[in-house]
């Protein structure tokens, strides 16, 4: 038996006895999706697919709709980009230099910055990295313009945290005005982030996750998942 088919054969066999497992351990009522998958074959190609396989359930237009999607806008450019940085950075650059290095790729110069109240400093500091490595830096912050939440009907109990709202629109509103090539969140609020991706005009990267408990690590709490906060996500 070669090493290539002994390991098909052992990611076979995870998969079976990942299949099991649900059988056994999960509800009737949940679809099987790639989280269920044990052998990856999308990638790996020498294994074998799950009956409930995206890829082998694919309709031949809706592969074609997102290959057609690639040449659209600036797309292409980024998908190029992308995989560049990662070849040529793997496991070696930071995530602020792979910024950086993407931002060259794609000759963007004028970096708007959508960050966070709490991580202003942090803010401040990828600023200064981006001004000492040529780039023009423009940030937006979370709580710009000042408006009380209550005034467009968030519960006033919800001000008890502090009364200014973040405007996450208003950030991506002025940094279009800017005329930003690339944003960059630092450290928005769940939900918030999402209408900043929104209202974006420019394409958004994300250079911290904020996350209140962690020191804004939100893997540590999936790391953690399995032992100490297994009773608080009801494992
Ligand atoms: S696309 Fe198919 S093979 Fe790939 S992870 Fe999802 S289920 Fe597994």
Not at 23 to 41: E, R
Not at 45 to 64: G, M, V
Not at 122 to 128: G, Q, T, V
Not at 181 to 209: E, M, P, Q, R, W
Request: hydrophobic content about 35%.
């Amino acid at each position: 038996m070669t090493r290539q088919t002994a390991l098909s054969f052992l990611a076979t066999f995870r998969y079976d006895l990942l299949s099991l497992q649900k059988t056994f351990a999960m509800p009737k009522h949940y679809a099987n999706s790639c989280v269920d998958c044990g052998t990856q074959n999308c990638k790996f190609k020498d294994r074998t697919y799950p009956e409930f396989c995206p890829t082998t359930n694919l309709t031949p237009e809706d592969l074609e709709w997102s290959l057609e999607r690639y040449n659209h806008d600036n797309n292409h450019a980024i998908m190029v980009a992308s995989a560049e940085v990662e070849y040529e950075g793997y496991c070696q650059l930071t995530r602020v230099e792979e910024i950086m290095q993407f931002a060259r790729k794609i000759n963007a110069h004028k970096i708007g910055i959508a960050n966070c109240i709490g991580l202003i400093k942090e803010a401040r500091i990828f600023a200064k990295i981006l001004r000492a490595n040529g780039f023009e830096p423009y940030a937006v912050i979370c709580k710009v313009a000042g408006k009380d939440k209550s005034s467009i009907g968030i519960p006033v109990c919800c001000e008890e945290i502090g009364a200014a709202m973040c405007n996450p629109i208003l950030q991506a509103r002025l940094l279009n005005q800017t005329k930003t090539d690339l944003n960059v969140v630092i450290g928005l609020c769940v939900g918030h982030d999402s209408l900043f991706y929104k209202y974006s005009d420019a394409y958004a990267t994300t250079l911290i996750t904020k996350d209140r408990i962690t020191g804004n690590n939100p893997a540590a709490a999936i790391y953690t998942a399995e032992s100490y906060y297994k009773k608080k996500f009801n494992l």
